[in-house]
């Protein structure tokens, strides 16, 4: 070794959320899945590509159970722990639920990184479930060529509660709660050429907790809720669409980005997860040729531990805004709108 600093991000092919699957590889890969094995109480399956299974377990109680892992997004060990935690964690949130507790998912490359580094790496996520509440109770870990982490996270949900993706209702008001621009900063970091302040949005975001999921779906005029990750806010918002039998409209101009992130995008920092998240669902979505790509690339950019995606009433939309930014979500905005027709997403605003 030449006494350089160990990169955590040159040693995976993509970072975060980006390494996942593109929507439409997965759904090949999952074609062929047999049928689930009936269960009157798995109130959430595979069927709307929500982002836990609810299994009712009496009158007042369901589990919500997920998993997730990835490749890392940042160099520090510690901090790419606690991204991934958090991120795993949030699908719990975004079903409604509250986490129980975790088990650790490991896949290290042995001999090349040294053993305190994989420690932190663990350490971060431990620190995360820790400010959620909850334990690290187990795991399992094996040698891989990439550094790997993420957790299975099993939570509770009052089964008339849970929240999914494919209960929204034409006339809903949409809102997220997290700026996009994550894949963005990434793209830029692993060119070593992410600005510090950037660098520090980065962490803040990727770490703060989804856990106004659970107060969120307490609300009955919160009719569906998802979290936006790989497959950027377009293929998030498009399964909602899917699941729900529902068109969206999306105000462009509305949807916070982080600091930076557009002018990062306008320089040409972009994953190539982006484009292949476009080229899985571009075709249910209506962008204006003459619009810029860059704010394209910003739409289906892949988010890392990124915010909710809220159906709401529009009544209460304005209260749900609110309640997010009181609790520490300051970019939480109205996005859009939910309508009746086929599942497909238009914009306005530019």
């Known amino acids: 070794m030449d006494g350089s600093p160990l990169r955590l991000t040159s040693m995976a092919h993509g970072g975060g959320c980006g390494c996942k699957l593109a929507p ?26 929500d982002d836990a299974a609810v299994y009712r377990l009496n009158d007042s109680q369901a589990i919500v159970a997920t998993t997730d892992f990835f490749t890392p997004i940042v160099d520090d060990p510690f901090q790419f722990g606690r991204i991934a935690a958090t991120n795993a964690l949030s699908d719990v949130y975004a079903m409604g639920g509250k986490p129980l507790f975790a088990l650790a998912l490991v896949g290290m490359p042995v001999n090349v990184i040294p053993l305190d580094m994989a420690q932190d790496i663990l350490a971060g996520g431990a620190s995360v479930c820790a400010a959620a509440g909850i334990p690290v109770v187990g795991g399992h870990s094996i040698d891989a060529p990439e550094p790997i982490y993420g957790l299975v996270a099993i939570g509770l949900v009052h089964p008339d509660k849970a929240l999914r993706n494919a209960s929204a209702k034409a006339g809903d008001t949409l809102v997220l709660t997290k700026g996009l621009g994550i894949g963005v900063f990434s793209a830029a970091l692993k ?86 998240n476009w080229k899985s669902y571009g075709h249910a979505v209506h962008w204006p040729s003459s619009w810029p790509d860059w704010a394209r690339d910003l739409l289906s950019d892949p988010q890392t531990s990124g915010g909710l995606l809220v159906a709401v009433a529009p009544q209460a939309s304005e209260a749900v805004v609110a309640a997010c930014r009181a609790a520490g979500f300051a970019q939480t905005s109205v996005i859009g709108s939910l309508r009746e027709g086929a599942p497909e997403v238009s914009f306005s605003g530019l």
């Open 24 to 49: 439409n590889v997965l759904h090949d890969l999952l074609r062929k899945m047999p049928l689930p094995v009936p269960a009157p109480d798995l109130l959430v399956g595979t069927e709307t590509s």
């Open 191 to 276: 060119k070593g050429e992410l600005p510090e302040a950037a660098y520090e949005t980065m962490i803040a975001s990727t770490t703060r907790l989804n856990d106004i999921g659970a107060t969120l779906s307490e609300n009955a005029s919160v009719h569906a809720m998802t979290d936006v990750t790989g497959f950027g806010l377009l293929g998030h918002l498009l399964e909602m669409c899917r699941g729900s039998g529902l068109a969206a409209e999306i105000n462009v101009p509305d949807v916070p980005l982080l600091p930076g992130a557009a002018d990062l995008a306008k320089a040409g920092y972009v994953t190539g997860a982006s484009g292949r």
